[in-house]
């Protein structure tokens, strides 16, 4: 006989309050030294949790003996179904999960600047962002960066807890109706969920274990009716409980869920270029490639046309990082092509308008390409970057640490190159220009030479 | 679970299937008449694949004429290769993923031998206790079955020829017991890394419950397995539930708890029941509910009213009418419960006595 406890304790820890119900009213008769807490369980369950019990369960808490019921204050339930039940919500939205077993978590996502997010939770993010924006840009017909900085999200159990154990693609149709409900105010219907995959273009894609996702929703939340999942899912027969309503794209789901447009004036009409700017470096700094290329595609097509003799103080430098990062991101991907087309219009922008763009930027820019170029072997093209800077500093009297800088990193392509004369030479010569409080870094760089090259004693 | 079954609810491997050494005899014609029939039958008219591979792995074709000289190299092989499939050196410690065949004479604790079986039984080890391979390390096994059609996910697993057997096998996941080690015989090699993961993952599963609805064939099959695997758990049981005297010794975790200033209920993951005594209808336990250690008695009626009468250290102990068929006594707090108790009860007119020792993490076992 296998002791039914320790399958009920799980229960309860994964938030699924109908599992443990079913389960303590089918084996009660193995948890006798128990039954006190397993009672005082149900009604708290019933007191805290009341919307979420179902009448299934209600139905099977009316089996146990009477005296047990009479001692646990159980005898007067309210009818099944006739508790509250959760109101629309925005920015919120249950959907299943199987890790060790099925279990329901909300997504929760909020306005929050500077969150602190988990690595892969922050690429979700991202990636059912870029999807949402896509299909708000289509809407509003107007340039509409999508600004992961901006949004954070939760995965939280029943108790609002946030439970880092659930992950995965199935969650990212689910967290895009909820960023969209968020940014739209526009709730989600209460009776509605969804489990599938979601690529940034919007494509909507089958996911694992839907057999149990299903079942576990059909116990633990009744009162959906709805799940979303992708057109292309195979599904099992005999499925009762809620419709399963099949979408090909995050277009399809949106229209499915809310019953109406979002309001343009939620969406401010005028982009602020700075901010949006400082969001491009934070892109780039998080890694975020793919949103950075995005948004620096749409905020050039956006400066583009606002490139006027007026307006060129703001717009040329914002251009320039645009351009800038764009290329840099497409270095990171390996995407030379691009990067070179991207990089020489910033280049461009500098010699056009001198003077707008700032020498340090554009050297700085200059630099942190050709280490790129280094990070994917191209050292050649790297060696006459870093060269051509050489010069080109010399004539525009740049600042010493940046000169040094530049000699810096050349002295590390060659160490890569293994021309270790070189690399020693560069070094020493970029520590004569280095600021006093970075040395430390540079000697560190020497001694890497020494030890490449065998000179151990230096 | 596959709709049709060419076999009987009853185990392949015990009742229908023969031993490697039945093969190899039968090989040398050294059977009496009735047993090679039903070899002949079972090999060329069943046409069972196990031990039709067994039996050409055994190195004899059934049709083939013999000459004496197989013959002799056959009882050879009989004499000094007690094993027919791939050998493994003998490790020294008993670990996880290993697979053994059980002794045919499984002793006691004590060493004596409690019964004679006709047939060893494959099993596999899910924890290897101390890894030493004596009568006092208890490790927990999963009885390995041929009877491949009866593969339930959640319950049973199959895999594939890839193991050390050689041929595909069913675990019987739900059948999982614990064992005395000195009990195994011989080993009979690992199952892979993969296979492991999945059986472990299966095995974990299995504690959350089924995911296929068994049919009435497969739970009379499984009645059957249960039964006869019980010999290998038996003596353990019989080491902790000395029958005669009806003495035990049991070990209680204690779990830590932090007090703080928690006045709320106890959530279930704060609740540890450990079974003393187990009768149709009555349990004797002790219940940790955060950092109280609870005597419980629970009876099915709530109208009993003739409780046993318990002692705890020689003291007798008053219990008190908790609900739901449950009285109970306070035994102490984690904190400053007495390593060792001892606690007799009077029940079914049978003095029960059991020895119970607190281990706080960290304690030495």
């Not at chain 1, 929050?112 to 892969?120: D, F, K, R, V």
């Not at chain 1, 040329?316 to 030379?336: I, N, R």
């Not at chain 2, 004499?79 to 027919?84: R, S």
Request: glycine residues 8%; proline residues 4%.
């Amino acid at each position: 006989m296998i002791d039914p406890f320790p399958k009920i304790k799980s229960l309860e820890r994964e938030g699924n309050f109908n599992g443990v119900i079913q389960a303590v009213v089918e084996n009660y008769g193995d948890l006798g030294p128990v039954r006190p807490e397993l009672l005082a369980r149900i009604v708290h369950y019933l007191d805290h949790f009341r919307a979420f019990i179902s009448p299934k369960s209600i139905a099977a808490i009316g089996c146990l003996p009477p005296a047990d019921l009479q001692y646990a204050g159980l005898t007067d339930i309210p009818d099944a179904g006739s508790g509250e039940r959760p109101a629309q919500s925005i920015g919120r939205i249950a959907f299943p999960a199987v890790t060790s077993g099925g279990l329901v978590r909300e997504i929760r996502v909020v306005e929050e600047e500077g969150a602190n997010m988990l690595s892969a939770r922050l690429q979700a993010l991202d990636h059912a962002g870029a999807a949402v924006y896509r299909v708000l840009k289509n809407y509003l017909g107007r340039c509409c960066c999508w600004t992961p900085g901006r949004f954070s999200f939760h995965v939280l159990d029943p108790y609002g807890k946030d439970d880092p154990a659930v992950e995965g693609s199935s969650l990212l149709l689910p967290l895009a109706i909820a960023l969209y409900s968020l940014v739209t105010r526009i709730p989600v219907p209460a009776d509605l969920s969804a489990t599938a995959a979601l690529g940034r273009d919007g494509k909507v894609a089958p996911v694992a274990n839907i057999r149990e996702k299903l079942a576990i929703l059909n116990r633990e939340r009744f009162f959906i009716k709805r799940v979303l999942v992708s057109a292309k899912q195979e599904m099992p027969g005999n499925m009762s409980g809620c419709r399963v309503i099949r979408v090909h794209s995050l277009d399809d789901a949106l229209s499915i869920t809310f019953q109406r447009p979002p309001d343009a004036a939620c969406f401010s009409g005028d982009l602020d270029i700075d901010a949006e700017i400082r969001s491009l470096s934070d892109q780039y700094n998080r890694y975020l490639i793919d949103t950075c290329i995005e948004n620096a595609d749409e905020l050039i097509r956006f400066l583009e046309l606002k490139k006027s003799r007026t307006e060129r103080e703001k717009t040329v430098p914002a251009l320039f990082t645009c351009y800038w990062k764009k290329g840099s991101c497409h270095c990171h991907k390996g995407e030379v092509r691009e990067t070179n087309g991207s990089l020489k219009k910033a280049v461009s922008l500098y010699r056009k308008y001198p003077g707008l763009v700032r020498g340090d930027d554009y050297f700085d820019a200059r630099v942190s390409y050709a280490v790129l170029l280094k990070d994917i072997f191209r050292y050649g093209e790297a060696e006459n970057i870093h060269k051509q800077l050489i010069e080109e500093m010399e004539q525009s009297r740049s600042l010493d640490h940046i000169k040094g800088k530049n000699l810096s990193t050349l002295s590390q392509l060659y160490l890569a190159m293994h021309r270790f004369g070189e690399a020693e030479q560069y070094q020493r010569r970029a520590m004569k220009l280095i600021r006093r409080e970075e040395l430390c870094r540079n000697y560190g760089y020497l001694a890497q030479i020494h030890t490449r090259s065998g000179a151990l004693r230096k | 679970m596959k709709k049709k079954r060419k076999k009987d609810a009853a185990s392949f491997q015990v009742t229908t299937c023969f031993t490697e050494e039945e093969l190899l005899v039968y090989g040398t014609g050294g059977l009496p008449k009735t047993k090679r029939a039903k070899i002949f039958h079972h090999l060329n008219v069943e046409r069972c694949e196990r031990c039709r591979d067994l039996f050409l792995m055994l190195g004899r074709e059934e049709s083939t004429g013999e000459s004496s000289q197989v013959r002799e190299k056959i009882i050879h092989q009989l004499k000094n290769a007690k094993g027919t499939v791939r050998k493994y050196a003998t490790p020294l410690k008993i670990q996880r993923g290993q697979i053994w065949t059980t002794t045919v004479r499984p002793k006691n604790a004590s060493g004596d031998t409690i019964a004679s079986m006709g047939v060893a039984f494959p099993v596999l080890v899910v924890s290897g206790g101390s890894g030493e391979k004596l009568l006092h390390n208890i490790i927990r096994v999963i009885p390995v079955s041929f009877d491949t059609d009866y593969e339930v996910a959640g319950e049973t697993l199959v895999i594939g020829k890839e193991n050390p057997l050689m041929y595909p096998v069913l675990l019987e996941i739900f059948n999982e017991r614990p064992m005395l080690a000195g009990n195994l015989d011989e080993y009979r090699g690992n199952v892979s890394t993969k296979d492991l993961a999945r059986i472990m993952e299966m095995r974990e599963r299995f504690l959350e419950g089924r995911e296929t609805e068994p049919d009435e064939e497969y739970l009379a099959w499984k009645e059957k397995e249960i039964e006869l695997a019980e010999f290998i758990s038996f003596p353990v049981n019989e080491a902790l539930r000395e029958e005669d005297t009806h003495d035990q010794s049991i070990e209680i975790p204690v779990s830590g708890y932090r007090k703080a200033a928690d006045t709320s209920e106890a959530e279930l993951s704060q609740v540890t029941p450990h079974v003393l005594l187990k009768t149709a209808g009555f349990s004797l336990n002790i219940v940790q509910i955060k950092d109280r250690f609870l005597l419980r008695i629970a009876v099915d009626d709530p109208g009993e009213k003739s409780l046993p009468r318990i002692l705890v250290n020689s003291r007798a102990v008053l219990l008190e009418e908790r609900g739901a068929g449950v009285h109970e006594a306070l035994l102490g707090y984690a904190d400053h419960m007495d390593e060792i108790m001892e606690l007799e009860a009077e029940f079914g007119g049978e003095h029960h006595v059991f020895h119970i020792r607190f281990r706080t993490k960290g304690s030495q076992g």
